[in-house]
T-cell receptor
Framework: RKEVEQDPGPFNVPEGATVAFNCTYS??????FFWYRQDCRKEPKLLMS???SGNEDGRFTAQLNRASQYISLLIRDSKLSDSATYLC????????????FGAGTRLFVKA | GAVVSQHPSRVICKSGTSVKIECRSL??????MFWYRQFPKQSLMLMAT?????????EQGVEKDKFLINHASLTLSTLTVTSAHPEDSSFYIC????????????FGSGTQLSVL
């Protein structure tokens, strides 16, 4: 089993749609969680951190469920510019403080 | 915000040559730097972790003699792909962390390596 698993997609949605991405992690001792966005052949950029209490940044909402070892990202009112790959990232204590990337979920927003 | 500079952005080389990629932290001291490889439509795969002044820790399946990592100072890490072959063609990205427990990663802009 992979340490961080995501639905690879792709998700094809129209502009204005709401889309949700899910991610699960295997190490219950994992300490911190993030969503990154990566455009084609570019470096990943931090989108937001994920907290148990949930956090929202404009059209983006992230949620963490430690009991289920599950992370989610909700994008409301999708824009064309949201088209990218969304990476679930987990900081795990396994083997030293290690950052583990999910395989990413591809999103295509169409007019 | 913190900036990590990675050079070159693109390299095309002949099979058998060695290629060096540099990763510099411009406004902070990077205690730890990471090197990743990404094949098309695949995720970032961690290759190795380098700590300043010590040997790099390589992930399983990554040949340390093939991918030489040097982290001689707190602001510079280099990855050398030795005797590159076409199967080494990939997108290589570095990232840096300021402190041992700092959670934030700052990424370089990546290097697209094409081996002919």
């Amino acid at each position: 089993r992979k340490e961080v698993e995501q639905d690879p997609g792709p998700f094809n949605v129209p502009e204005g749609a709401t889309v949700a991405f899910n991610c699960t992690y295997s190490n219950s001792a994992s300490q911190s969680f993030f969503w990154y966005r990566q455009d084609c052949r570019k470096e990943p950029k931090l989108l937001m951190s994920v907290y148990s209490s949930g956090n929202e940044d404009g059209r983006f909402t992230a949620q963490l469920n430690r009991a289920s070892q599950y992370i989610s990202l909700l994008i409301r009112d999708s824009k064309l510019s949201d088209s990218a790959t969304y990476l679930c990232v987990v900081n795990s204590p396994a083997g030293g403080f290690k950052t583990i990337f999910g395989a990413g979920t591809r999103l295509f927003v169409k007019a | 915000g913190a900036v990590v500079s990675q050079h070159p952005s693109r390299v095309i080389c002949k099979s058998g040559t060695s290629v060096k990629i540099e990763c510099r932290s411009l406004d902070f001291q990077a205690t730890t730097m990471f090197w990743y490889r990404q094949f098309p439509k695949q995720s970032l795969m961690l290759m190795a972790t380098s700590n300043e002044g010590s040997k790099a820790t390589y992930e399983q399946g990554v040949e340390k003699d093939k991918f030489l990592i040097n982290h001689a100072s707190l602001t510079l890490s280099t990855l050398t792909v030795t005797s590159a072959h076409p199967e080494d063609s990939s997108f290589y990205i570095c990232s840096a962390r300021e402190g041992l427990r700092n959670e934030k990663l700052f990424f370089g802009s990546g290097t697209q390596l094409s081996v002919l």
